[in-house]
């Protein structure tokens, strides 16, 4: 295709432009020359060549020039993707086919599908201006891309609905949907600037009271829907469900956050998502403030049955770092290989077991596994594994869970099978999936921090536990952000603080919302004499005693 005769082979449209990229991340490839860079727009990526260094910072300027003319100038066509409606509140998208189409322009997405289903009419089923987009994500499942599509859906920005939309081309859909909101955003801000009186100075209107302090407004100002903001989850346990629904929730009720402490305007709420209900309303004793009935009856200890000693501390080595990067190896007889990988949103998780039959002449049959949580730490549900492996062969296995109940020890798993060469084969072992692994790290800055914590100073709301350990300061706080998954406030040598809401999927009866927790935890060290300080403060005793008997047996000098 090299030709020395200069003639138009195609039109880089700079209108569409997303970003311009000094230099080309195509740079290890052999085939691609010095002096590179990258133009990606709505509909393609370009990598383009410079004779040198110095005119590539030429090109770079005068193209940033030229996009940020054509994006303000030059009208936009219209982008058309086909995609699957996988989840649609409204139950007006066939959820089966590529029938539906995501109209990006300009100005709105619009949503059109055949109007009745298998029909050649086509009606436009949902109409988005940019204010109504709320955020948006790209979602995988079984390698097959989604976009997940969160909008208000009402005229108070109270409510807000999820679709979520299936499409090879999701990456691309999700840029164009980012460019167009960005030019939106910069014609509004052009508009309004060119308003008259726009750099007027304004005069200051904050209350001042009797003191001559600033007044700051309070709660009861505030309309109840203004405080009370619905957000519908996604939800990992039915991901090909095709409903999502969103609850109304009654305002008579005073409003908490996770620390049991009144919410302000600018607090968000969250709302339960279309999983199945949880435990029904008369399993909780609403007298004592605790909607989890904890069980303190403790696991039964650990049997790893035909392991060796050195398999045992093998195994306990990939547990903790299981832990620490969310899957890895999990088990190995010198037959049976077990692999994990562990997905956590919100209060539920994807867990998936790949097992392989590492020899080259024994079969895996009869192949079983049982969880045992006898504290319910999670709600399950447990998809099917193939009993049987020839040699060298493979499979997997999904587990969905949910944290129903903030309690400790966590879950076990038993192995059971038959090996045609060495007869039956058992172990039990801890997955690696404990109350901490439900945390969302909470940001505080240190007064918040502490000002929280002081409120926290009710019966049982407090642990404390010293002991020994061989970690050092900067491993442990490493660990508390990794796997504690908190909120790190405080890092030095001789403290570390740290926030987390804990979430979990318990309905609290009263308020029909599922129950998040928050999480404040100090750890003081002693490095000259290897010694720990733990304190860990929540709103509920039963799971303050779960956190740190959790952050315990992961610090502790034992393991």
Same mark, same amino acid.
């Given at each position: 295709?090299?030709?020395?005769?200069?003639?138009?082979?195609?039109?880089?449209?700079?209108?569409?432009?997303?970003?311009?990229?000094?230099?080309?991340?195509?740079?290890?490839?052999?085939?691609?020359?010095?002096?590179?860079?990258?133009?990606?727009?709505?509909?393609?990526?370009?990598?383009?060549?410079?004779?040198?260094?110095?005119?590539?910072?030429?090109?770079?300027?005068?193209?940033?020039?030229?996009?940020?003319?054509?994006?303000?100038? =030059?009208?936009?066509?219209?982008?058309?993707?086909?995609?699957?409606?996988?989840?649609?509140?409204?139950?007006?998208?066939?959820?089966?086919?590529?029938?539906?189409?995501?109209?990006?322009?300009?100005?709105?997405?619009?949503?059109?599908?055949?109007?009745?289903?298998?029909?050649?009419?086509?009606?436009?089923?949902?109409?988005?201006?940019?204010?109504?987009?709320?955020?948006?994500?790209?979602?995988?499942?079984?390698?097959?891309?989604?976009?997940?599509?969160?909008?208000?859906?009402?005229?108070?920005?109270?409510?807000?609905?999820?679709?979520?939309?299936?499409?090879?081309?999701?990456?691309?859909?999700?840029?164009? &949907?980012?460019?167009?909101?960005?030019?939106?955003?910069?014609?509004? *801000?052009?508009?309004?600037?060119?308003?008259?009186?726009?750099?007027?100075?304004?005069?200051?209107?904050?209350?001042?009271?009797?003191?001559?302090?600033?007044? *700051?407004?309070?709660? *009861?100002?505030?309309?109840?829907?203004?405080?009370?903001?619905?957000?519908?989850?996604?939800?990992?346990?039915?991901?090909?469900?095709?409903?999502?629904?969103?609850?109304?929730?009654?305002?008579?009720?005073?409003?908490?956050?996770?620390?049991?402490?009144?919410?302000?305007?600018?607090?968000?709420?969250?709302? /339960?998502?279309?999983?199945?209900?949880?435990?029904?309303?008369?399993?909780?004793?609403?007298?004592?403030?605790?909607?989890?009935?904890?069980?303190? %009856?403790?696991?039964?200890?650990?049997?790893?049955?035909?392991?060796?000693?050195?398999?045992?501390?093998? *195994?306990? =080595?990939?547990?903790?770092?299981?832990?620490?990067?969310?899957?890895?190896?999990?088990?190995?007889?010198?037959?049976?290989?077990?692999?994990?990988?562990?997905?956590?949103?919100? /209060?539920?998780?994807?867990?998936?077991?790949?097992?392989?039959?590492?020899?080259?002449?024994?079969?895996?049959?009869?192949?079983?596994?049982?969880?045992?949580?006898?504290?319910?730490?999670?709600?399950?549900?447990?998809?099917?594994?193939?009993?049987?492996?020839? /040699?060298?062969?493979?499979?997997?296995?999904?587990?969905?869970?949910?944290?129903?109940?903030?309690?400790?020890?966590?879950?076990?798993?038993? &192995?059971?099978?038959?090996?045609? %060469?060495?007869?039956?084969?058992?172990?039990?072992?801890?997955?690696?999936?404990?109350?901490?692994?439900?945390?969302?790290?909470?940001?505080?800055?240190?007064?918040?921090?502490?000002?929280?914590?002081?409120?926290?100073?009710?019966?049982?709301?407090?642990?404390?536990?010293?002991?020994?350990?061989?970690?050092?300061?900067?491993?442990?706080?490493?660990?508390?952000?990794?796997?504690?998954?908190?909120?790190?406030?405080?890092?030095?040598?001789?403290?570390?603080?740290?926030?987390? /809401?804990?979430? %979990?999927?318990?309905?609290?009866?009263?308020?029909?919302?599922?129950?998040?927790?928050?999480?404040?935890?100090?750890?003081?060290?002693?490095?000259?004499?290897?010694?720990?300080?733990?304190?860990?403060?929540?709103?509920?005793?039963?799971?303050?005693?779960?956190?740190?008997?959790? =952050?315990?047996?992961?610090?502790?000098?034992?393991?």
């Amino acid at each position: 295709m090299y030709t020395t005769e200069r003639v138009q082979r195609n039109v880089v449209d700079l209108a569409k432009t997303t970003f311009i990229r000094p230099g080309s991340n195509k740079d290890d490839g052999e085939d691609v020359p010095p002096f590179s860079f990258d133009i990606q727009t709505t509909e393609r990526e370009w990598t383009l060549c410079a004779e040198s260094q110095e005119n590539v910072y030429k090109w770079l300027q005068m193209l940033t020039r030229a996009v940020d003319e054509d994006v303000a100038i =030059i009208p936009d066509e219209d982008i058309e993707f086909k995609v699957k409606a996988k989840v649609d509140p409204l139950g007006v998208l066939n959820p089966m086919d590529y029938s539906t189409s995501l109209m990006v322009s300009a100005n709105a997405v619009c949503v059109v599908a055949p109007d009745p289903p298998g029909s050649f009419n086509v009606k436009q089923q949902c109409f988005w201006v940019y204010t109504d987009f709320y955020k948006w994500s790209l979602l995988s499942q079984n390698g097959k891309l989604a976009l997940l599509v969160n909008v208000f859906s009402d005229s108070t920005f109270s409510k807000r609905m999820e679709f979520i939309f299936r499409t090879k081309e999701a990456v691309r859909l999700a840029t164009a &949907i980012e460019f167009f909101i960005e030019k939106f955003m910069t014609a509004m *801000h052009l508009q309004l600037e060119l308003q008259e009186g726009a750099f007027d100075q304004t005069e200051d209107t904050s209350k001042v009271d009797s003191n001559g302090k600033l007044a *700051h407004a309070s709660a *009861h100002e505030w309309e109840p829907d203004q405080v009370n903001q619905v957000a519908a989850e996604i939800d990992l346990l039915g991901f090909d469900d095709t409903s999502v629904t969103t609850s109304n929730y009654s305002n008579q009720d005073t409003a908490k956050d996770e620390f049991g402490l009144p919410i302000t305007p600018s607090s968000n709420k969250l709302a /339960s998502s279309t999983l199945p209900p949880g435990p029904p309303p008369s399993t909780f004793n609403v007298f004592d403030d605790d909607p989890f009935g904890l069980n303190t %009856t403790p696991s039964p200890p650990k049997n790893f049955g035909t392991l060796t000693s050195a398999q045992v501390e093998q *195994h306990k =080595i990939w547990y903790q770092a299981a832990l620490v990067s969310s899957g890895g190896p999990f088990y190995d007889d010198g037959t049976l290989q077990i692999a994990c990988k562990i997905e956590i949103r919100g /209060s539920q998780g994807r867990l998936t077991l790949f097992y392989r039959n590492k020899s080259s002449s024994s079969q895996v049959t009869n192949l079983q596994i049982n969880i045992n949580d006898p504290n319910s730490l999670l709600r399950m549900q447990v998809g099917p594994l193939q009993s049987n492996l020839s /040699s060298l062969t493979q499979t997997e296995q999904q587990i969905m869970v949910e944290c129903m109940t903030p309690v400790s020890p966590g879950p076990t798993i038993s &192995i059971t099978y038959s090996d045609s %060469t060495l007869g039956q084969r058992n172990a039990i072992l801890s997955l690696p999936l404990l109350v901490v692994s439900f945390n969302e790290p909470l940001p505080l800055n240190t007064p918040d921090f502490y000002s929280r914590w002081g409120m926290l100073v009710g019966p049982g709301q407090q642990a404390v536990e010293r002991f020994n350990t061989q970690k050092t300061a900067q491993n442990i706080a490493q660990l508390v952000s990794t796997v504690l998954k908190f909120q790190v406030i405080e890092n030095t040598p001789q403290l570390i603080t740290g926030a987390a /809401s804990l979430r %979990t999927g318990t309905i609290n009866p009263t308020t029909g919302e599922k129950v998040t927790l928050g999480c404040l935890i100090k750890i003081e060290i002693n490095s000259p004499s290897n010694a720990l300080q733990v304190t860990v403060r929540t709103v509920l005793p039963g799971a303050t005693d779960a956190v740190i008997g959790t =952050i315990k047996s992961l610090l502790s000098e034992t393991n």
